[in-house]
């Protein structure tokens, strides 16, 4: 509505016709990470950043490409990033090497705080909680490159156990294997 005057000299509202109506406002994107401690969030991040680095496209939902796991006995979620699930479409794949695929695992340390526990390739990855009260081990099936025993015969890899203690992964045991 404008202000205009008459012909008696009297202001008055004039009719100015609406402006035309704006199309309906397309809702954000809604934020995949989200929820997310941002630590665990960041490293995604860096993973989909080392994708586009090597001339690919990420090709995976960032909400489905963690685990909630439970490691340390605090009972807050711990994370792990699993780079199985992982695309790297048209480039090469960063995460994925002689030592098997890339595992982040984020273990809490008080409330809204986690640390990277564990970040490198393995063969295998498994996180058992045992019964009775033992501690949750998380067993990795590494490349040799990573066995700190000496290597018995050549091309042979190992089973580190490692466990969550004194504020720590810490490798409790490792056995090698052929394979």
Request: aromatic share 10%; charged share 20%.
């Amino acid at each position: 509505m404008a202000i205009a005057a008459g012909a008696s000299g009297i202001a008055r509202a004039a009719e100015v016709p609406a402006p035309p109506a704006a199309a309906p406002a397309t809702a954000p994107a809604a934020n995949p990470y989200a929820g997310l401690p941002k630590v665990v969030a960041k490293a995604v991040k860096e993973l989909e950043a080392a994708c586009r680095a090597e001339g690919g496209t990420p090709s995976w939902n960032p909400k489905t490409v963690f685990d909630v796991v439970n490691v340390s006995p605090d009972g807050r979620p711990d994370y792990l990033i699993d780079t199985h699930a992982m695309e790297c479409e048209g480039g090469i794949t960063p995460w994925i090497g002689s030592d098997g695929f890339r595992h982040v695992l984020f273990i809490s340390t008080g409330p809204g705080r986690w640390t990277r526990a564990f970040d490198r390739g393995a063969r295998g990855f498994d996180i058992i909680a045992p019964k009775g009260g033992a501690r949750t081990q998380v067993i990795v099936f590494s490349h040799s490159a990573y066995c700190t025993r000496p290597n018995p015969e050549r091309f042979m890899r190992c089973t580190q156990i490692f466990e969550w203690r004194r504020g720590k992964l810490r490798k409790v045991s490792e056995e090698w294997f052929e394979g």
